[in-house]
């Protein structure tokens, strides 16, 4: 059983004051074998440092485990996105000791995956917008997620839909809309579009009111759940018919490997996205897109074009990413040495 003898957590921002940031932890156990677990973190007031650095890592310390689901019980120390850090190191260690691919071990099938990308529409004109979604298509992803907000939502899908008449697509409501006539309205008009799904219409939480639209659209909902039992009562409620597979939201690999099954057993289309920037998050998104149940593109890439802490990187090569199946963990090397430089904050435990 791998004991963990010692925890390294690294709070790293991106270098020339970008704002991404992100938890980084480093679990070493007994014989020196190390594995890397990411958490994005973003803002000052997130708890996530604290969670890690005071409550998850020295409850971790000399733990006997046989499997990483053995560690669920620890992680209920810290929030989910912290959990999710430690959740993801734990997997990765126990691959490495082992000689295991991370994606083998969750029971992942695929060799590569196919990759989709985000879009803020409220960033840009209608023009420049569907100049934007040719660069991603250009590059070889093949689904995009376009963001929308009462009073500009229609205008910009039907644009994209327009210049790309097979692409899919999927629009992001991040539960701004209500219940209300024009907000129903708008949100059904949608469908005339063909989208892939429409996610996060309603606020977190309020399944009836997804359930209730679900009944009166073609186009699969997409309800952000982030635990199982949530999940649950949205399959038995037929609230959605997608699940956007986030690993920090649901804790970890452990719990997102769950959803996924069970999702998958009821029929949903999944996709699954990385957190963080610094490639560990990425990696372990890769890894869980190549489960069987992940039909749709995924959002696993590193950011194009920005610095890479892990070799090889996680990119895209023409909208595909392969899953690393001749190395054993996350299947990437970190470069130590550039995290501790960039980290802004560094605890060691024991000291």
């Known amino acids: 059983m791998p004991l963990v003898q010692g925890c390294d957590a690294f709070r790293v921002a991106m270098p020339r004051g970008r704002r991404p940031q992100s938890v980084l932890v480093r679990l070493t156990a007994e014989d020196g074998t190390v594995g890397w677990g990411e958490a994005a973190h973003p803002d000052p007031d997130d708890t996530t440092w604290a969670d890690i650095s005071e409550r998850l890592a020295p409850a ?3 733990l006997p485990w046989e499997r990483p689901e053995d560690v669920s019980a620890t992680t209920e120390f810290g929030t989910r996105r912290a959990a999710a850090a430690v959740d993801i190191a734990c997997w990765d260690l126990w691959c490495r000791i082992r000689g295991l691919p991370l994606a083998h071990a969750l029971g992942g099938t695929r060799t590569s ?5 985000r879009i803020d529409t409220g960033s840009f004109g209608i023009e420049t ?16 997620t376009l963001t929308i907000r009462p009073g500009w939502d229609i205008e910009p899908v039907r644009a994209v839909r327009a210049a790309y008449p097979a692409l899919a697509m999927v629009v ?8 209300s006539r024009e907000h129903l309205e708008a949100l059904q008009a949608l469908d ?6 429409i996610e996060r ?16 659209v073609s186009t699969a909902l997409c309800p952000e759940i982030g635990d199982l039992d949530m999940l649950d009562a949205a399959i038995r409620m037929a609230a959605g018919r997608a699940l956007d597979l986030d690993i920090a939201r649901f804790g ?6 769950g959803a996924h099954d069970r999702a998958y057993a009821a029929g949903w289309d999944v996709w699954c996205g990385g957190s963080g920037a610094f490639g560990i998050g990425q990696a372990a998104a890769v890894a869980m897109a190549g489960l069987p149940g992940c039909t749709l593109p995924s959002d696993v890439t590193d950011p194009a074009g920005g610095p890479a802490f892990v070799s090889p990187p996680v990119r895209s090569s023409g909208g595909v990413v392969g899953v690393p ?7 990437h090397e970190v470069d130590e040495e550039r995290i501790a430089r960039l980290a802004t904050e560094t605890v060691r435990i024991p000291a």
């Open 129 to 144: 917008l569907v100049g934007r979604v040719n660069q991603v298509v250009g590059g070889g992803h093949t689904r995009v």
């Open 201 to 216: 219409p309603f606020p977190t939480g309020d399944l009836a009111a997804h359930a209730r639209l679900q009944q009166r």
């Open 325 to 331: 199946l001749t190395q054993p963990g996350l299947g």
């Open 172 to 179: 992001d409501a991040g539960g701004r809309y209500t219940e």
């Open 252 to 257: 970890g690999l452990t719990a997102a490997r």
């Open 192 to 197: 005339a579009y063909g989208p892939v799904a």
């Open 60 to 62: 971790l310390l000399g």
């Open 113 to 117: 995956i196919v990759t989709g990308a």
